[in-house]
């Protein structure tokens, strides 16, 4: 028994920023940001809308603050976004857009846990009527609890969107780890959307940031959001910094923590745990005894939870020896 935590699964948000990525914050050339001054700002921003192929980009303290500028962005008072039933925008983020937009959230239901089909699309599309709020927006994520969408799959949601007049935004909070499961450039991946929101904060290891990517305009009006949400930041180069440094050393890396889900989800079924589910970096299993948190805690392994599925999430501060450890533990108690 030891009270040390050997093995972290509860997110990847947990990543530690490491001495590399400190120094070249310590590093970071900075200005004032809210001036338009920074320039390790600027070089974060140009560099992910390269990667993105669109025009702008705009670094935010967080995915909620990000997506609320994108969804206040892209839809005004009266207006409709439609949006998966268990997506973030709609699930996690206090209803931001309705409170402080007057803009309505119509929750849809989505596809194997994770898309909108074509059809719910159309469905949940309001004539234009005197007595409806008038549709916008869809608001898509990927990955959904780790699923990823394939890029036909998304195409087929956002072209229906389309051919209803409506703008797409994307919740990419772990844009480049769908990117890193279905293999493919980012700029495909983003193309379907007007706007794309990606954290750096979670498998890329930075301490804080997240970045919409989009078209000038609606990145201009998203700038004034920010402004507005109190989100300007100052010599936000240092965080930039860390953006940066992630670009370059954890977007590759991604791929080894999908491979090690991957090969925990074999071992769980394995050791005969039920409803075990891995895409990306994500393991979830049924949560049948209440008790193995306690246990496995006592062993120095933290997992998701109480949760009727329990989420373990491979990131980069899962060491090799964490792993086999958390192997061991359940081992000994599923
Ligand atoms: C983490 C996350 C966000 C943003 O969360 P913050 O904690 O505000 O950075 C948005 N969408 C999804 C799907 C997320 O996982």
């Known amino acids: 028994m030891s009270n040390e935590v050997l093995c972290d699964f ?8 490491c001495a590399g990525m400190r120094a070249a914050m310590a590093e970071a050339e900075v200005g004032d940001d809210v001036y338009g001054e920074d320039p390790t700002v600027l070089r974060l921003q ?4 390269g990667i993105l192929g669109k025009d702008a980009a705009l670094l935010f303290p967080s995915g909620t603050q990000s997506n609320l500028a994108a969804l206040l962005a892209h839809c005004g008072r009266g207006e409709e976004i439609i949006v ?3 997506y973030h925008t709609y699930v996690y983020e206090a209803a931001g857009a309705s409170v402080l937009g007057g803009v309505a959230l119509y929750p849809v239901p989505v596809e194997e846990g994770r898309h909108i089909a074509p059809d719910t699309v159309t469905a949940a599309v309001k004539e234009d009527d005197n007595h409806y709020a008038i549709s916008r927006l869809l608001a898509c994520e990927n990955t959904v609890s ?11 949601s956002t072209r229906r969107a389309r051919d209803h007049g409506l703008n797409c935004h994307l919740d990419g909070a772990r844009f480049f780890n769908a990117v890193t499961g279905l293999g493919i450039d ?22 804080i940031g997240s970045v919409l990517v989009g078209n000038r305009d609606l990145i201009a009006k998203a700038h004034r959001l920010r402004k507005m949400l109190g989100g300007g ?14 670009l370059d050393h954890n977007v590759a890396r991604l791929a080894e923590d999908h491979a090690r889900a991957e090969e925990l989800a074999a071992f769980l079924r394995a050791q005969g745990a039920t409803g075990v589910v891995q895409d990306t970096n994500m393991v979830f299993m049924a949560g049948n005894d209440p008790s193995l948190d306690d246990k496995m805690r006592r062993d120095g392994i933290e997992i998701g939870g109480p949760y009727a599925t329990r989420r373990l999430v491979l990131h980069k501060d899962i060491t090799e020896a964490g792993l086999v450890a958390a192997m061991q533990a359940f081992g000994r108690h599923l």
């Open 46 to 49: 140009d560099r992910l809308a």
């Open 186 to 207: 980012p700029a495909a991946l983003a193309a379907p959307f007007d706007t794309v929101s990606i954290c750096l904060s979670k498998g890329l290891g930075t301490p």
């Open 10 to 17: 509860r997110s990847d948000t947990l990543t530690k920023p």
């Open 233 to 246: 930041m100052r010599q936000a180069g240092v965080l930039a910094a860390a953006g940066l440094y992630a």
């Open 84 to 86: 998966g039933a268990p």
């Open 146 to 156: 780790g699923r990823v969408i394939p890029l036909d799959v998304i195409e087929a």
